[in-house]
């Protein structure tokens, strides 16, 4: 859209505000892309989600009547490109118009002013948008304020990498580590990631946990070898979503970080989902090989979870199969659990992948998956994830 006189362009990040309550209330902003929310902070100190607003729609346009104050926050949920109309410019423009435009504008403006200030003394009127909206349940608001918080907690370096080990079923040995991330919280202590890598896919800001948890954890196995002395060359996987790997300099930006730490790329493993595969075929083949032209290795992980990709998975080039835990728990105790880690691994075999099993928490099943053939297992009957100040210990007794 062409901008004229005093009308500007603004770029909002999600989570930012693009106004607050009680602002003195000068500009409307037409939304071009993203997603805005609308919340009202109440008396008691509540706050409560009023309305979402996205492309072509209109937030704080009562600032073209009055200049109150901004009876409601609006933030931006997804990046927003908006128009902030300045209301003399609107004014200006108004009395520019068409008479009859003008007339229809003005009472139509008025009407809406009295809908949304709740003046109406008609019972029968029609429920103001933001009465209805605000039935919206408190969930809404939950995501907001994690995202916001989440933002700051990235600047801030509130984010931790835990480190669980995978050991080699053949020689009992660690071989590598994954790394899980956990959000140290500052009231609500240390969070578990399925409580923000969710709301972290949705708002995008995990593309910058990503390449923190990555400078993170290649930073780590250098501190291992340069500053303990434990310098076996694990690996060590990571985990990208969909959004990660769409980034089309995703494979530079992990090739340049590795180079920076002096870590060979054959290092690290990025953990993918089914769902990725599925999502976007194409893109993910062609960003995977980026990234195996790097040397970085790739895993398949929670496999036979929920989503089959058996069709294609040979398209794709993946190193290593994660079994998923859910199919571990089960498999001493149920004959079906047994079956399909049979057969996942004769799949795997079949296409020249190494296997992982997830979730192993007893002696007994490390045993079995052995004799079935799976190379590695990782699990609570090994280690919990752990702080690197609790990996070094636990390598160095090894
Ligand atoms: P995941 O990739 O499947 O990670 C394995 C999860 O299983 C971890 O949960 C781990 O603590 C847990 N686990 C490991 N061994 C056992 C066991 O023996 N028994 C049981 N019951 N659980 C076990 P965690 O750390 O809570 O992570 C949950 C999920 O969050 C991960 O599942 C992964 O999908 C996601 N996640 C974690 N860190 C990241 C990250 O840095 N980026 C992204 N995109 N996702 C992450
Ligand atoms: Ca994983
Ligand atoms: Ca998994």
């Known amino acids: 859209m062409a901008l004229h006189s005093r009308s500007k362009r603004q770029y909002f990040l999600a989570g930012d505000t693009?106004?607050?309550?009680?602002?003195?209330?000068?500009?409307?902003?037409?939304?071009?892309?993203?997603?805005?929310?609308?919340?009202?902070?109440?008396?008691?100190?509540?706050?409560?989600?009023?309305?979402?607003?996205?492309?072509?729609?209109?937030?704080?346009?009562?600032?073209?009547?009055?200049?109150?104050?901004?009876?409601?926050?609006?933030?931006?949920?997804?990046?927003?490109?908006?128009?902030?109309?300045?209301?003399?410019?609107?004014?200006?423009?108004?009395?520019?118009?068409?008479p009859m435009i003008k007339m229809v504008m003005q009472v139509m403006l008025a009407r809406y002013n009295i809908l949304v200030s709740g003046?109406?003394?008609?019972?029968?009127?029609?429920?103001?948008?933001?009465?209805?909206?605000?039935?919206?349940?408190?969930?809404?608001f939950d995501t907001i304020r994690i995202t916001h918080d989440l933002k700051e907690a990235i600047l801030n370096q509130d984010l931790?990498?835990?480190?669980?080990?995978?050991?080699?079923?053949?020689?009992?040995?660690?071989?590598?580590?994954?790394?899980?991330?956990?959000?140290?919280?500052?009231?609500?202590g240390l969070l578990n990631p399925v409580s923000f890598i969710p709301i972290a896919e949705d708002s995008g800001l995990i593309v910058h946990a990503s390449r923190w948890a990555l400078t993170e954890s290649a930073a780590m196995l250098a501190r291992l070898s340069d500053h303990h002395g434990l310098t076996d060359p694990w690996f060590l996987s990571l985990n990208y979503t969909g959004l990660d790997l769409s980034n089309p300099s995703f494979s530079e930006d992990v090739k340049n970080t590795l180079s920076d730490a002096q870590i060979a790329p054959e290092r690290?493993?990025?953990?993918?989902?089914?769902?990725?595969?599925?999502?976007?075929?194409?893109?993910?083949?062609?960003?995977?090989?980026?990234?195996?032209?790097?040397?970085?290795?790739?895993?398949?992980?929670?496999?036979?979870?929920?989503?089959?990709?058996?069709?294609?998975?040979?398209?794709f080039p993946i190193d290593t199969m994660k079994i998923d835990r859910s199919f571990v728990n089960g498999m001493m105790k149920q004959d079906a659990s047994m079956t399909l880690i049979k057969a996942i691994i004769a799949l795997a075999r079949g296409l020249d992948m190494?296997?992982?099993?997830?979730?192993?928490?007893?002696?007994?099943?490390?045993?079995?998956?052995?004799?079935l053939g799976c190379d590695m297992a990782q699990g609570y009957h090994y280690a919990r994830p752990m702080s690197e100040d609790d990996l070094i210990l636990w390598l160095k007794q090894l």
């Open 268 to 315: 690290i493993k990025l953990e993918i989902t089914e769902r990725m595969l599925i999502d976007d075929p194409e893109g993910a083949i062609q960003s995977l090989e980026r990234c195996k032209q790097t040397g970085l290795t790739v895993a398949l992980d929670d496999f036979g979870t929920g989503y089959s990709s058996l069709s294609y998975l040979h398209r």
């Open 354 to 371: 190494d296997i992982v099993a997830e979730g192993v928490e007893s002696g007994d099943e490390a045993a079995a998956l052995r004799a």
């Open 160 to 188: 931790r990498l835990f480190y669980q080990p995978i050991i080699s079923l053949t020689t009992g040995k660690p071989v590598g580590f994954e790394a899980l991330m956990r959000w140290q919280h500052p009231t609500r």
């Open 18 to 98: 693009i106004f607050r309550q009680g602002d003195p209330g000068d500009y409307a902003y037409l939304i071009e892309e993203g997603t805005a929310q609308i919340i009202r902070t109440h008396p008691d100190g509540r706050e409560q989600v009023l309305a979402h607003r996205s492309a072509g729609g209109i937030v704080g346009e009562m600032a073209l009547l009055s200049s109150q104050p901004r009876t409601a926050h609006v933030r931006a949920i997804t990046p927003c490109t908006v128009i902030s109309i300045p209301r003399d410019d609107f004014q200006t423009r108004l009395d520019r118009a068409d």
């Open 119 to 140: 003046e109406s003394t008609d019972q029968n009127a029609p429920m103001p948008d933001y009465a209805e909206a605000a039935l919206i349940h408190h969930k809404a």
